[in-house]
């Protein structure tokens, strides 16, 4: 048994030895430039990838075969951050661009060589543009922030930040960086002490239609100087008080809006930021002067549950054209999730024809699964959904079977 076992170990050591005399050493990147010409051009670049510069293709690609596209050994993220930790240290960061956080490097950097520093597939805000297309729109108003048409990275980090909208620093610090409190902003600023101020709640940081960038949609004690109407004081010791809680300020002159704390659902105006947690109370771009479009301003406390932790949310945003208040009555409401309606009278407004000969709702007609009565979202999704339309389930068996078993 011993000489068995001797003569098994003795023929493997000769099959190592003669493998390793065999190692025949490659000619990088010579002998990938025999069939990869294109790649080769790219040698002149000015700015080139440490590794392509080396010439060493097999850092990053298996020269024989792979489970990843292009022969790279391994997946894009893992093998970026292998040499780039400075990178994916941030990853822990508050807010991570999502390219980096999918391990998407290749939609901003060419992994080879560029014209553009650290490889940059374009300069500046030209490459934002590739997927931030409104920006494009920013920059045809009448005044545009002069750090937005130089470079978007003047100030957001194209990573990630511990500062909200990937911004390199937090508002005001960021704006102070170029902005000084001098006498001049003193007045133009009514003496107030704006150290800790939150300058994007009047100004676009964009661009604007408006000289200073203050946004379009201004409030009337704002855009009349009245700043009296709702804060306590005035002056270089001002705290920015307001002369009474933000609900009470605010319905006294918006009077419609109290008849919604009869309502059922009402939570909105009981918080403690009340009618601030979705309007500016100076100016904004927006109508209502909302803080953001509907799809943005909603999204910051919807859709956050795990549930849709690994899905787009844009994907949940709900039907193409219209905004959350087409079917959610955002000041209250006494149907569930703040509708307009019950379950059937608000996808009535659009689909007043949907079902007419086929699947019967309404008061009468009891789903089995919860003994209420059967209404659109028995079987529809508000929101996104896997299967059109708007079906949480396959429509040809699994979501019948929910009811339908025999």
């Known amino acids: 048994m011993k000489t068995t076992l001797l003569i098994i170990l003795t023929a493997l050591f000769s099959l190592v030895t003669l493998a390793t ?9 010579g002998v990938c430039l025999m069939c990869h010409s294109e ?8 700015h080139r990838h440490t590794a392509f510069d080396g010439g060493k293709c097999s850092d990053c690609h298996n020269p024989h075969a792979s489970k990843h596209a292009a022969l790279l050994s391994e997946d894009t993220k893992e093998l970026c951050l292998e040499c780039h930790d400075n ?13 980096v956080m999918e391990g998407e490097c290749l939609s901003c950097h060419d992994p080879h060589a560029t014209a553009f520093a650290n490889q940059l597939k374009q300069a500046g805000s030209k490459l934002c543009l590739q997927c931030h297309e409104n920006v494009e729109t920013w920059l045809k108003r009448s005044y545009v922030h002069q750090p937005v048409a130089d470079d978007c990275l003047n100030c957001h980090d194209p990573h990630a930040s511990n500062s909200e909208k990937l911004l390199s620093n937090s508002v005001p610090k960021l704006c102070f960086g170029c902005h000084s409190q001098d006498a001049a902003f003193s007045t133009a600023h009514k003496g107030y002490n704006l150290s800790n101020a939150n300058c994007v709640t009047c100004h676009d940081p964009h661009s604007a239609t408006q000289p200073n960038l203050l946004m379009a949609n201004q409030h009337s004690p704002f855009k009349g100087g009245k700043c009296s109407t709702c804060h306590a004081n ?6 920015f008080a307001l002369v009474s809680d933000v609900k009470t300020l605010c319905l006294t002159c918006h009077r419609s809006i109290k008849s919604n704390e009869d309502l059922k659902y009402h939570h909105n105006l009981d918080d403690e930021q009340s009618c601030l947690n979705c309007h500016n109370p100076h100016a904004s771009s927006t109508t209502s002067m909302l803080a953001a479009e509907q799809k943005t301003l909603c999204m910051r406390c919807h859709f956050n549950g795990e549930e849709y932790a690994a899905k787009e949310k844009s994907a949940y945003i709900t039907h193409k054209g219209i905004d959350c208040s087409n079917c959610h009555t955002p000041h209250g409401s006494n149907n569930e ?18 079902h007419q000969g ?14 209420k009565p059967v209404t659109c979202r028995s079987c529809h999704k508000l929101h996104g959904a896997d299967f059109e339309p708007y079906l949480p389930l396959n429509p040809k068996g699994d979501l019948c079977i929910q009811c339908h078993r025999k």
């Open 337 to 354: 999730k703040y509708l307009d309606g019950d379950g059937v009278t608000t996808c009535d407004n659009c689909h007043s024809n949907a």
């Open 358 to 371: 086929s699947h019967p709702v309404g008061a009468d007609v009891i789903d089995q699964r919860t003994n």
């Open 234 to 239: 005035q002056g270089e010791s001002s705290s």
């Open 21 to 29: 005399a065999s190692v025949v050493n490659v000619d990088e990147p």
């Open 39 to 46: 790649i080769e051009e790219l040698m002149s670049q000015k």
């Open 87 to 99: 990178i994916k240290s941030r990853l822990q960061m508050t807010t991570v661009h999502n390219p």
